[in-house]
């Protein structure tokens, strides 16, 4: 069971906007300000999305955000794309011995 | 721009040890830039961060792997290693070396393309 909540899949059509969660505890994701994003597409690496909550490393588009409330960090994706379709995973520091946690992944469909 | 490319064996006996190396490339490790980490994910499983390194030496293990893991680095190369021992069939996973994780910045970028490692006799 992984440290961080994702569900499991979520859905969109092209154009729309979907919201992905990432729920901890106030030892990690609510603690800090250093929740990472990142995307995966069958077969390659995770690429950095969003660091530090919602900071963008260039050449990421626009279109993904990040935002934090309490314990639960979001990733949103507006203007939904077929390439956006992919597995996406959440990390954060923790004041655990384990330093870095992850998420369990979510699934994006691209309907 | 940093690349990261990891190379070693693809296949690992049980009770052996595990050993990878990360060749970085655009860029060096003896910058002092950032921490190394090593990260793996098993078949159809999530991600699971295995270590950090600095081009000082100083390391930091994953407690769940601590006993097992050895983290090493050689600047002269531009390389990176990782060293996990005792395998058995549950570390059978898509090794990746990745830049970050350590105060420098907790988020990893950019990944080498990933390895995989099959752990069976």
């Known amino acids: ?111 | 721009q940093v690349q990261l490319q990891e190379s070693g064996p693809g296949l690992v006996k049980p009770s052996q040890t595990l050993s990878l190396t990360c060749t970085v490339s655009g860029g060096s490790i003896s910058s002092g830039d950032y921490y190394w980490s090593w990260i793996r994910q098993p078949p159809g499983k999530g991600l699971e961060w295995i270590g950090y390194i600095y081009y000082s030496g100083s390391t930091y293990y994953n407690p769940s792997l601590k006993s097992r893991v050895t983290i090493s680095v050689d600047t002269s190369k531009n390389q990176f290693s990782l060293k996990l021992s005792s395998v058995t069939a549950a570390d059978t996973a898509v090794y990746y070396c990745a830049r970050g994780g350590g105060e420098l910045g907790w988020w990893f970028d950019p990944w080498g393309q990933g390895t995989l490692v099959t752990v069976s006799s």
């Open chain 1, 1 to 111: 069971q992984s440290a961080l909540t994702q569900p499991a899949s979520v859905s969109g059509s092209p154009g729309q906007s979907i919201t992905i969660s990432c729920t901890g505890t106030s030892s990690d994701v609510g603690g800090y300000n250093y929740v990472s994003w990142y995307q995966q597409h069958p077969g390659k690496a995770p690429k950095l999305m969003i660091y530090d909550v919602s900071n963008r490393p260039s050449g990421v588009s626009n279109r993904f955000s990040g935002s934090k409330s309490g314990n639960t960090a979001s990733l949103t994706i507006s203007g939904l794309q077929a390439e956006d379709e992919a597995d996406y995973y959440c990390s954060s520091y923790t004041s655990s011995s384990t330093l870095e946690v992850f998420g369990g992944g979510t699934k994006l469909t691209v309907l």
